[in-house]
Nanobody, 124 residues
Framework: QVQLVESGGGLVQAGDSLRLSCAASGGTFSRYVMGWFRQAPGKERSLIGA????????YYADSVKGRFTISRDSAKNTVYLQMNSLKLEDTAVYYCAATTYFDITEIPSRYAYWGQGTQVTVSS
């Protein structure tokens, strides 16, 4: 059974950096695309970035492009989301998710596995 466990969230000030981790277990992740979603109060869950485990192809939403970086450590089965220059609007619950769709997809229902989420709060 695939399990995803996020960590690294917290309260930071605008302009600060934070790194989220997603530890994956129970699967052969070379076949997966790993996505990072976020959901702010009253808003839909949206994909902010993703990485294809095999090959390392990445995707970023326009809202985070140039500020956030996704990487993976195959030896640790862990995916990271490095967030720099954080803004107030980055405040949300961040989720790690996994899909076996070949193409990077923004549709949450295509991700079969989800972590529990980790809160990121950016204050002024």
């Amino acid at each position: 059974q695939v399990q995803l466990v996020e960590s690294g969230g917290g309260l930071v000030q605008a302009g600060d950096s934070l790194r989220l981790s997603c530890a994956a277990s129970g699967g052969t992740f070379s076949r997966y695309v790993m996505g990072w979603f976020r959901q702010a109060p009253g808003k839909e869950r949206s994909l902010i970035g993703a990485i294809r485990w095999s090959g390392g192809t990445t995707y970023y939403a326009d809202s985070v492009k140039g500020r956030f970086t996704i990487s993976r450590d195959s030896a640790k089965n862990t995916v990271y989301l490095q967030m720099n220059s954080l803004k107030l609007e980055d405040t949300a619950v961040y989720y790690c998710a996994a899909t076996t769709y070949f193409d990077i997809t923004e549709i949450p229902s295509r991700y079969a596995y989800w972590g529990q989420g980790t809160q990121v709060t950016v204050s002024s």
